[in-house]
C-alpha cells in the first residue's frame, strides 16, 4: 500500500500525470481516465484563505487515492481538478460505479477548526476502445494521448453545464454539437434583444380558503416559428456562454415590473423567482436588488428567490453568507424541488430558510402511497421546527388537495388551480374565487 501523499507538491502536476497516462496505454490495452473537479472550490480558498484550501486538497487526493485503490494513478491536473487513470477499464459503466461511489465517499465532511467542508465534484471521463489506437509512420499502434486527454476535458466540461447531474462520459468517436450550440447563443441575444422572452405566472394557493396568496414567475420564450416554448435550450446556452447573469437580472426586473403591475390591479400578492446558482455567486446581486426595488418602490419582502436543493444544501460557505445577507434586507428564501435530490438533513438544520416546497413527486401519487405521505408530514415537522413555511408543489387533485388539508400544508400549487399562464390570465384569476369540485372555495371564519 503506497503512503498517502504529504503535501501537493508530491502529487503528479498535468505533465508529469500525462506522461503517466501515455506509459500506462503502453502497457494496457484498455484504459479509461477520470477527471475530477471539486465544486466550488474558489468558496473555501476565498473564505479561508490559500494555505486551509490546500490542506483540503490534500486530503481530497489522499482520500481519492484510498478510494480506488493502488491499481489507479492519480494527478493535478489544475488548482482543484485531479486525474485518474484507471488501468484495463474500458466499461463506462465501472466508471459511472465509480462516480456514485466517490460521490458517496465524500458525504462524510472534512473539518478545519469550525468549519466543515463536504466536497461534491463534477465529473468527465474517457473510455478507450479501438479508435484510441492510430497507425503513425512506421505502421505500428501508438496510443493518440492528446485526443485522449482532449476528450476528458471536454466530458468534463459537458458534466459542469449539465443540471441535474454533474458526470459525463465521451468516446473519442463522439462530436461535440458546437453548432447547434452557437446557434442557441445567438437565439438567446435575440430573444433578449427582441423581447422575445416572457413570464408566466402560477398561482400559490392558501389551501384552506383557496385564495391566491402569490405567483411563481416561470419563463417561456415566444419564438418567431415554433410558438411558446418551454425555454430549455436558451438556459442550456445561457449556462454554457456565461450569459446566466444577463438572463436572470432580466428576470428579476420583470419580476419587480409585475409587482409595481400588481400594485396598480390592487393585488397585495408576492412573487417568487427562481435564482441560477451563477447569479447567486455575484457580488452584484444585492446591489441590483436594492436598485431594483427603489426603481419600481416595491419592498424587498414582496420577493422570494427559489434554490434548488442542491445549491441551497451545499457547503459553500459564499452561499450561507449570501443567503444571510439577501435574508436580513427581508427577502424569503425557499428550497425548490424539496426531497428531489440527496436531502443532508445536517445542512437543513444550519440553513435559514422561510419555505420548502415539498417536490410534485411526492403530491402526484399521493392518494395510493402511504410512503409519499410519511415524506410529506415528516417535512411538515421539519418546517414547524424552523418555523419555516411547507408548499406543496404539483397539486393536481381535490383528493391530493384533501389530504393535504389534513397533514397540515397551509399552501400549494399545482393544475388543480391553474398552471402557468401570462399576466392578464393571472390577474383575471386572482381576482376571483377558485372553485375546485365540491371542495369549498371559503372556509367560514
Known amino acids: 500500500m503506497s503512503r498517502p501523499h504529504t503535501s501537493l507538491a508530491t502529487i503528479p502536476n498535468r505533465f508529469a500525470f500525462i506522461d503517466s497516462v501515455s506509459k500506462v496505454a503502453s502497457q494496457c490495452s484498455e484504459l479509461s481516465l477520470m477527471l475530477v473537479d471539486v465544486v466550488r472550490f474558489s468558496d473555501v480558498t476565498t473564505s479561508l484563505g490559500i494555505n486551509v484550501g490546500d490542506e483540503f486538497l490534500l486530503e481530497i487526493a489522499n482520500r481519492i487515492q484510498t478510494l480506488f485503490g493502488n491499481e489507479v494513478a492519480l494527478g493535478r491536473i489544475s488548482g482543484d481538478v485531479f486525474g485518474v487513470v484507471f488501468p484495463s477499464v474500458s466499461n463506462e459503466a465501472t466508471l459511472r460505479s465509480s462516480f456514485d461511489h466517490l460521490v458517496e465517499h465524500f458525504k462524510v465532511p472534512m473539518y478545519h477548526e469550525d468549519n466543515a467542508f463536504m466536497a461534491d465534484f463534477n465529473v468527465g471521463v474517457v473510455c478507450s476502445n479501438e479508435t484510441h489506437w492510430v497507425s503513425n509512420v512506421t505502421d505500428k499502434p501508438s496510443f493518440d494521448i492528446t485526443a485522449f486527454v482532449s476528450r476528458a476535458e471536454a466530458a468534463l466540461k459537458q458534466a459542469k453545464e449539465n443540471k441535474y ?31 422575445e ?35 430549455g435550450p436558451l438556459i442550456e446556452a445561457a449556462e454554457s456562454y456565461n450569459m446566466m447573469n444577463e438572463l436572470g437580472y432580466w428576470t428579476l426586473e420583470q419580476a419587480f415590473r409585475t409587482l409595481a403591475e400588481f400594485d396598480a390591479q390592487r393585488l397585495s400578492l408576492s ?6 446558482p451563477t447569479q447567486l455567486y455575484d457580488n452584484q446581486l444585492i446591489p441590483t436588488l436594492h436598485m431594483l426595488s427603489q426603481s419600481y418602490s416595491i419592498p424587498l419582502t414582496r420577493l422570494e428567490l427559489e434554490l434548488t436543493e442542491d445549491i441551497a444544501l451545499s457547503n459553500s460557505l459564499m452561499v450561507k453568507k449570501q443567503l444571510d445577507e439577501l435574508r436580513c434586507l427581508g427577502i424569503s428564501i425557499s428550497v425548490d424541488d424539496f426531497g428531489k435530490g440527496y436531502s443532508n438533513l445536517a445542512y437543513i438544520r444550519d440553513l435559514h430558510l ?92
Open 165 to 195: 447531474e454533474n458526470y459525463f462520459s465521451l468516446a473519442l468517436k463522439d462530436k461535440t454539437d458546437t453548432g447547434r450550440s452557437l446557434a442557441l447563443k445567438a437565439d438567446l441575444k435575440r430573444a433578449l434583444a427582441q423581447n
Open 197 to 231: 422572452l416572457e413570464l408566466y405566472y402560477q398561482p400559490k394557493v392558501n389551501l384552506d380558503n383557496l385564495s391566491v396568496v402569490g405567483a411563481e414567475c416561470l419563463l417561456r420564450w415566444n419564438h418567431p416559428l415554433d410558438g411558446i416554448l418551454f425555454p
Open 271 to 276: 412573487l417568487s423567482v427562481n435564482i441560477s
Open 354 to 445: 422561510d419555505a420548502l416546497k415539498i417536490d410534485k413527486a411526492f403530491v402526484m401519487e399521493l392518494e395510493s402511497d402511504n410512503v409519499n405521505r410519511a415524506i410529506i408530514e415528516a417535512v411538515k415537522i421539519i418546517g414547524v421546527a424552523k418555523g419555516c413555511s411547507v408548499v406543496a408543489e404539483g397539486v393536481e387533485t381535490v383528493e391530493q388537495l384533501h389530504i393535504l388539508r389534513e397533514i397540515g400544508i397551509s399552501e400549494g400549487q399545482g393544475y388543480l388551480f391553474s398552471k402557468a399562464v401570462p399576466f392578464e390570465d393571472f390577474v383575471s384569476l386572482a381576482q376571483q374565487e377558485i372553485i375546485i369540485g365540491s371542495s369549498p372555495t371559503r372556509k367560514q371564519a
